[in-house]
């Protein structure tokens, strides 16, 4: 069982970037996926959830109106798509899945992303 993110990286303030969570060894039909970052010196925080019907919670208000999610059942894959970047959103983003019944967890590593000029 596996969460990978990939398509962090350094990125300049005012542009876009698409993060991308894989799953292995389960689905990600039968979870609720969501995206938490850290940055230094702060606790996690959750930034959005799409639930396993496809509604989309944006539930930090920090990102709202820029930030969304999407989901691909078939690639088993959550991405989070970030707009109009800001030098505070600089941290490590992770994915989470959590059974819709069960409410088993499970984490990905984690994938930096910087903004700066």
């Known amino acids: 069982v596996q969460l990978e993110e990939s398509g962090g990286g350094l990125v300049q303030p005012g542009k876009s970037l698409t993060l991308v969570c894989t799953a292995s060894?389960?689905?990600?039909?039968?979870?609720?996926m969501s995206w938490y970052r850290q940055a230094p010196v702060k606790e996690r925080e959750i930034l959005a959830t799409?639930?396993?019907?496809?509604?989309?919670?944006i539930v930090a208000d920090s990102v709202k109106g820029r930030f969304t999610m999407s989901r691909d059942n078939d690639k088993n894959t959550a991405a989070l798509q970030m707009n109009s970047l800001k030098p505070e959103d600089t941290a490590v983003y992770y994915c989470?899945?959590?059974?819709?019944?069960?409410?088993?967890?499970?984490w990905g590593k984690g994938i930096l992303v910087t903004v700066s000029a």
């Open positions: 799409i639930y396993r019907v496809g509604t989309i919670t």
């Open positions: 989470n899945a959590r059974h819709y019944d069960t409410n088993m967890n499970y």
């Open positions: 060894g389960f689905s990600v039909r039968t979870h609720d």
